[in-house]
Each structure stands twice: as C-alpha cells, then as structure tokens.
C-alpha cells in the first residue's frame, strides 16, 4: 500500500513547484496532436467526421478543465478557502455532462453517424463524471476528509487511466476495430 501512495504522490499531487515535464503535460501534448491529426485526416477526407468531432470535444473539455483546475490550485495556493475549492469536482462532472450533451447535439446536426469513437468517448466521460462527482459527494455532501484515503487513491488512478485511454484511441482510433479494444473502452452495450 506505500508503494501506491509514494507513487500517487510522486505523479499526481499538485504541488507549488511546478515542473515542467508531468504526466498531465504528455496527456494535453497526446490531445493535441490527436486533434491536428484528426483535423488533417479529416480534410483529407481520410476519417469521417463524426471522430473529428468526438475529438475536437475531448481535446476543448480538456482545456478548460485543465484551466479551471489551475485557477483553482492558484486560488488555494493564494489563501483561498479550501472547503469551498473542493466544489471543483462538482463542476468538473458538469462540464463532463455538459461535453456528453455537446457532442451529441454535434452529431445530430452535422454528422448523423455515430462512430465507435464517439461511444468509446461518452462511455469515458460518463465514468469520469462518475468519478468527480464520488468525491464530490465524499468531500462536500458527507465532509470526509482524511479518513478513507483510498478512495482519493482510486479517483486519481481512474481519472489518469480515463485520460491515458482517451488519448490513446484519439491518437489511434483504428484501435476499437481490434481486440485491443477492451484495455481502452468499456464493453457496455451502446
């Protein structure tokens, strides 16, 4: 159990001493080269479209999830109120819901069809609302804060696995036509 927690602390606690190279930086730097790719394959007529949407989508939410979480690491780091700063993970799981809503109405207006792509994204984006929206519920509703440590374990490792996996079949979404499928998009029925 130490070793998970010196690793959970060593690659995902946010700490005043920004480096430069992390993990969250290779996730941003994977999305946007998914998203220049899949702008050329698009415009060449290579990939439909309904995956440049799916892509442009996650690769939008991303950015302004990234940017509000900074604001709110800058607003606890300036003497802000760290109760309240914990209502991130509810507005974080709104603007997931939000994202699953704008996509689909994306779909419906321009592209008509539903890729594999598009219900491997809104199966993800629906457990990482799932996942924000627990430890909301944990911080805030039943105000647990140190005890039950693990479930900020397991947020943190399926948050990074979510955003790994959606760069993955970003980067690579000929991947949900192999069996590989299964190590990157649940297998619920769509």
Request: with cysteine.
């Amino acid at each position: 159990m130490q070793y998970l927690v010196d690793l959970y602390n060593e690659l995902l606690v946010a700490t005043a001493v920004h480096e430069v190279f992390s993990i969250q930086v290779i996730i941003a730097l994977c999305y946007t080269v998914a998203l220049i790719n899949s702008f050329y394959r698009a415009y060449k007529h290579k990939e439909h479209f309904s995956d440049f949407l799916s892509i442009a989508v996650v690769s939008s939410k991303y950015l302004i999830t990234s940017l509000l979480m900074e604001k709110v690491l800058l607003f606890i780091s300036d003497g802000g109120s760290g109760e309240f700063a914990q209502n991130i993970y509810l507005a974080l799981a709104a603007i997931n819901v939000l994202s699953m809503i704008v996509l689909y109405k994306l779909h419906t207006t321009f592209s008509y069809v539903f890729g594999e792509l598009f219900f491997c994204i809104m199966k993800l984006t629906l457990l990482l609302a799932l996942a924000h929206i627990i430890l909301w519920f944990k911080l805030v509703v039943l105000f647990i804060q140190a005890e039950h440590a693990y479930i900020h374990y397991i947020y943190s490792f399926v948050v990074l696995y979510i955003s790994i996996a959606l760069a993955v079949v970003m980067l690579f979404p000929g991947l949900l036509k192999t069996k590989l499928k299964f190590l990157v998009s649940p297998s619920w029925p769509h």
